[in-house]
């Protein structure tokens, strides 16, 4: 049973950084892509940030340059560090795991593309 657990949100305010961690449990690590989304309130759940087990990411052109994507493949632990945030970057942060590769192909980001999901965690970001 795949089990992904995300951790690390909180409130900062704008311009801070965080470090989000998603810790996954039954897969094979090497054989997956894992994923970052958001989802605001009465906003989709957009893609953030996804990498592959060869470390090829793809990124949302909201987060370029302000948020890195990166992976301890021996603790089956995928981070993402948020730097520079903003009042818009508020939202529900959720870790999502899926077969094979997608930010290779350029792609990844789509909520549709993904089997597992851990239960989110919580990024607020004040003025």
């Known amino acids: 049973q795949v089990q992904l657990v995300e951790s690390g949100g909180g409130s900062v305010q704008a311009g801070g950084s965080l470090r989000l961690s998603c810790a996954a449990s039954g897969l094979t690590y090497s054989g997956y892509c894992m994923g970052w989304f958001r989802q605001a309130p009465g906003k989709e759940r957009e893609g953030v940030a996804t990498?592959?087990?060869?470390?090829?990411?793809i990124y949302a052109d909201s987060v370029k340059g302000r948020f890195t994507i990166s992976q301890d493949n021996a603790k089956n632990t995928v981070y993402l560090q948020m730097n520079s945030l903003k009042p818009e970057d508020t939202a529900m942060y959720f870790c999502?795991?899926?077969?094979?590769?997608?930010?290779?192909?350029?792609?990844?980001?789509?909520?549709?593309?993904?089997?597992?999901w851990g239960q989110g965690t919580q990024v607020t970001v004040s003025s």
């Open positions: 999502a795991a899926d077969r094979g590769r997608k930010a290779r192909y350029g792609t990844g980001l789509w909520r549709s593309e993904y089997t597992y």
């Open positions: 990498i592959d087990s060869d470390g090829s990411t």
